[in-house]
């Protein structure tokens, strides 16, 4: 069983810049695939971002492209997204995901673990 706990979500103004952060409670990160999802008000959970075990593969939402950066894999204990030029379409509540089944598809929400969610609002 793998616990992640997610840090870093806020209010910023729109055109800011926030890092979340998510570590495992308990155990390392280093032989899981993570990923970054977000939920806004009324709407389904959205792919953002998602990082291989291994760092070697890395994929982003295409409205996120150019903006946020994630971070962590290669046996790191803590994945990063960081968030630049923020937009209040980006506010929502941003989960993070671990699965250790080596998918090929990261894009989708099949992962094995989640966590509970942090809150990001981006002000006009």
């Known amino acids: 069983q793998v616990q992640l706990v997610e840090s870093g979500g806020g209010l910023v103004q729109a055109g800011g810049s926030l890092r979340l952060s998510c570590a495992a409670s308990g155990r390392t990160l280093n032989s899981y695939d993570m990923g970054w999802f977000r939920q806004a008000p009324g709407k389904e959970r959205v792919f953002v971002a998602a990082i291989s075990w291994s760092g070697g593969r890395i994929y982003y939402a295409d409205s996120v492209k150019g903006r946020f950066t994630i971070s962590g894999g290669n046996a790191k204990n803590t994945v990063y997204l960081q968030m630049n030029s923020l937009k209040p379409e980006d506010t929502a509540v941003y989960f993070c995901?671990?699965?250790?089944?080596?998918?090929?598809?990261?894009?989708?929400?099949?992962?094995?673990?989640w966590g509970q969610g942090t809150q990001v609002t981006v002000s006009s």
């Open positions: 995901a671990a699965d250790g089944r080596r998918r090929l598809d990261l894009t989708s929400d099949e992962f094995d673990y």
